[in-house]
C-alpha cells in the first residue's frame, strides 16, 4: 500500500525539543521530495519544511534555525528535528509526498499525522 | 492571516454549483505560480483535490473543477452532494517568501 505513516509527536515543554519521524512503503522514496506541513487544531494548513531528492532542504521563516529536515533514503524515513520549541508549534504534523514542477510543487500523498504538544 | 485569501464559508443544496476563490498576488498566483487544491473531511488528513490549476488526480469526480484568473484561483463544484461537506484549501507558491503558501480554508456546508 503507498503510504506515509507519522511518528514521535507526544508533549514537550516549551523550549524542549523533539524529532518526529515520517515512513514512507508502496513507492520508491528516494524519488520524491518529501515535505511536513501543520496544523494547530481549528486552524489552516501551515507549510513547515520540505528536502529535496538531493537532500536540499527547505524552510519558511517561521522556523528556520529551530526545525532540521532530514532524510534516510535507505531506511524510506524522513525527520524533522524541533528545536526550541513555542506554544505556537502545537500542532498535528503531517508529512506529505510533493510533485514537483516549474510553476511550484503539490502535495499528492498525506500521512495521518502525528500531534505535537508544548506545554509546561 | 494567510498569504492566500478564501471565504471562511460557502454553502449550497444538494445539486447545486458552489464557487470557493483563492485570491493572491503578483508574488504568488499572479506571478504565474500554480494553484492546487485540497479537501480535508473532519479528523482526517487532506486530500488533494486539483493540482496545476485544473488537472484532477485519478479517482476525484469531474464535479470539481479549478480555474484561474490573473491573481485569484478558483475550484468549483457541481452536483453537490452531501459528502462534499468538509473544508477546502488553496495552496500555491509565493516567490517573496520562497515558501509554500495555503489559504485559511474555506468551510463547505451542503444545507
Known amino acids: 500500500e503507498v503510504q506515509l505513516v507519522e511518528s514521535g509527536g507526544g508533549l514537550v515543554q516549551p523550549g524542549g525539543s523533539l524529532r518526529l519521524s515520517c515512513t514512507a512503503s508502496g513507492f520508491t522514496f528516494r524519488n520524491y521530495d518529501i515535505h511536513w506541513v501543520r496544523q494547530a487544531t481549528g486552524k489552516g494548513l501551515e507549510w513547515v519544511s520540505g528536502?529535496?531528492?538531493?537532500?536540499?532542504?527547505y524552510y519558511p521563516g517561521s522556523v528556520k534555525g529551530r526545525f532540521t529536515i532530514s532524510r534516510e533514503n535507505a531506511k524510506n524515513s524522513l525527520y524533522l528535528q524541533m528545536n526550541n520549541l513555542r506554544a505556537g508549534d502545537r500542532a498535528v504534523y503531517y508529512c506529505a509526498r510533493a510533485q514537483s514542477t516549474a510553476d511550484g510543487w503539490y502535495f499528492d500523498l498525506w500521512g495521518r499525522g502525528t500531534l505535537v504538544t508544548v506545554s509546561s | 492571516q494567510s498569504v492566500l485569501t478564501q471565504p471562511p464559508s460557502v454553502s449550497g443544496a444538494p445539486g447545486q454549483r458552489v464557487t470557493i476563490s483563492c485570491t493572491g498576488s503578483?508574488?504568488?498566483?499572479?506571478?504565474?505560480?500554480?494553484v492546487n487544491w485540497y479537501l480535508q473531511l473532519p479528523g482526517t488528513a487532506p486530500k488533494l483535490l486539483i493540482y496545476?490549476?485544473?488537472n484532477r488526480p485519478s479517482g476525484v469526480p469531474d464535479r470539481f473543477s479549478g480555474s484561474r484568473s490573473g491573481a485569484s484561483a478558483s475550484l468549483a463544484i457541481t452536483g453537490l452532494q452531501a459528502e462534499d461537506e468538509a473544508d477546502y484549501y488553496c495552496?500555491?507558491?509565493?516567490?517573496?517568501?520562497?515558501?509554500?503558501?495555503f489559504g485559511g480554508g474555506t468551510k463547505l456546508t451542503v444545507l
Open positions: 503578483s508574488s504568488n498566483i499572479g506571478a504565474g505560480y500554480d
Open positions: 495552496q500555491s507558491y509565493d516567490t517573496t517568501l520562497s515558501a509554500s503558501v
Open positions: 528536502i529535496g531528492t538531493a537532500g536540499d532542504p
Open positions: 496545476g490549476y485544473t
